[in-house]
Structure formats: C-alpha cells, structure tokens
C-alpha cells in the first residue's frame, strides 16, 4: 500500500508498504514506518527485557544493523519504575536507544508467571518476583505504562495460554482477551505510537480464526500472533502459527511473538509473518553456545581449547575478525564478562545477517529454495 508523505515531508507512523511478494509462498518483504525510524521485514527483534540487550550497547546494536528492540512492560514498571522513566523523557531517552521500540504488554507474564498471579475480570494481580508486592496490569493500566514509555509499538494486554489448555477455558481465555482488546483501543496513545492486537486461543483452529477475525474488525495498526512457543510439539507450535495468521489483513505487519528458531522463523515468512522476537541469541551466548551458518556449537566444549580458528569462519563481526575460538573459550570458563559479550554480539550479527538473507532471497525470487535449505541445514 503506497502512502503519500504527510504535510513534513515525513511518512505516517503505521504506514505498511509491501516492496515484494514470492509468487511460489506467502512470504513478503515489507517496510514499517514508526516514529523512530524505518523497519524493514521479516524482521527479528533483540530482546531488551530490562531496557537494555544483555552486554551491548545501543553503538554495538547500530553497527549490527538492529533496527528494533523489544522491551517489557511488566519488567519496567517494577523496577526502574515509572517515575525513573518518565522523568528520564521516555524510554528511548532512558537507554540511549534512537531506533524504533516495541514493548510487550505484559501478557506473556499471565503465562510466565503463572504461580503468583491472580486473574480478575479487569486484569490481573501479580506478586512481585522482587518484593512480593501487589501489582495490578489491565488494560488501562498496560497501555498507560506503555504511552509512559513511549515505545512505538504497543502490545495489547492479553492472557498467554500455556500448552495443552482444555477448550472450555480456551473459550473464556479468548472471550477475555478480545474484551480486553477492545479496552486497550480505547486508552490514549504516546506521540506516534502504534497498537497491536494479539491473536489467541489456544490449539484450537476455530478459537484463532474468531480471535483473528474480532480484532480484525476493531482496527488494529498491526496483528500479532500469540500463545505459541510455551512448551508445545513442534507440529502443534507450526499450526498455531499458521490458524493465527489464517484471517489477518495483507496490508498490516504481522508479528509471531516469542519464535527465535531459525527452521521455525522461515516457515512463518513462508506462511506471510513479518516480525519476530526472542531471547535465543542472548541465552545461547550466556550458554556459551554460538550460531552459524551451519548450524549451534558449544564454544565452551573442550575440543575448542586449542582451536585457533574464529568462532565462525567468514563471519565479520567484531568477535570473529578479533578473537579465536580458543580465546573465546577461556574467557567464558574464566567468567570474564567480554566472553559473554563476545557471543552475545556474534549471535546478534548471526540472526540479523540471516533475516537479511531472508530478505534478499524474497526479492530475488529464490524464497523457497531459500528456505528448503535452510530446513535442510537445521540451523536451530
């Protein structure tokens, strides 16, 4: 959908343009205008749960090309706080960070957390993890932090189902989260900040599609799919996928929340999904275990002790063009911080040369085999 400028010469945050579509999958290269920047799909986003991407700096984050970070309401809120933040001008100010933000809503912990909260008919009541606190998050309440970040997409507050969830409460739970839906479309938004309704419902086909459908109808400026990656089958996880993304709309993003395998994130593409997010890439390094080309390995494993190669051979991050994979190995055994460091930004450099590669392939036609090989490869 092509969008003429506004009267600054700048293009409408929201604004969704399709700049190429694979005739053989529903896979598409798209570019998302926020008021932060420019997004280019398929997308993965680095988890900054705490405001901050483990060990790297926003300069470590512009020179791997990252164009969006995700952020947590629920995290924030407890602790720095609100008032830390708001006093600070906002998230973006707060960490540094110019490019484009989105903020989960907290549903997910309604999932996470699921032994120290209470759902009520407006929300949830969370015990603090740090404290023991009380914490209520509604809708009105997760929007309001959210326009207090001041994040540039914001989550709609939902209940996350576990695995396996009978359907009568899959029922209620999607009866709930489109009640709540309906409520966070209605809260005031920060400057330029999108709304994202989130697809729920459980395993259930029919429970997706009237989820999809309902929010679809209300107007949402992008559609997520949610409740997948929490402990089901590989085959259960890919068709929750594809029954969420069954009935939304061709001209909005799409974000499937939560997927960070790399098998897993280009059958998605291949199914019409634009955005993705996970820790994957941070815990691994934190594991000591980095992405390749040619799929996960333990740097930390005794046969690297003496391995003077880098960490991936042709790989031009920092840590490869630098450090062998000997030298990386002892400073994770050695508990020295830049070893983490080290992983965190090679894996980060993994995942954005992949989604460009993704890229690349849509627009040159060569999507499927593409994909197929990368099936073929098991990348993780």
Known sequence: MDVLPDRSGAVPPGTFNLLAEDSATKARCGRLHTAHGVIDTPVFMPVGTQATVKSLTPADLEDLDVSVLLGNTYHLHLRPGMDVIAASGGLHRFMGWSRPILTDSGGYQVFSLADSRKIEPGGVVFQSHLDGSRLFLGPVEAMGIQRTLGSDIAMVFDECLPAGSGRDYACQSTTRTLDWAARCLEQPRAPGQLFFGIVQGGNFEDLRRHCARELVRMGFDGY??????????????????????????????????????????????????????????????????????????????????LDQRPVEEGCTCYCCRHFSRAYVRHLMHAGEILGLRMLTLHNIHRYMCFMQEMRDAIRDGDFADFAAAVLESDLG
């Open 224 to 305: 997520a799919i949610g409740g997948v990656s929490v402990g089901e089958p590989e085959d259960v996880l890919l068709k929750g996928m594809a029954d969420g993304v069954a009935e939304l709309p061709l001209d909005r993003p799409r974000y499937l929340m939560g997927v960070g395998r790399m098998s897993q994130m280009v059958q998605a593409v291949a199914m019409g999904v634009d955005m993705f997010d996970c820790v994957m890439p941070t815990r691994y390094a934190r594991n000591g275990s980095a992405f390749t080309r040619k799929g996960v390995y333990p740097v930390k494993a005794a046969y690297n002790r």
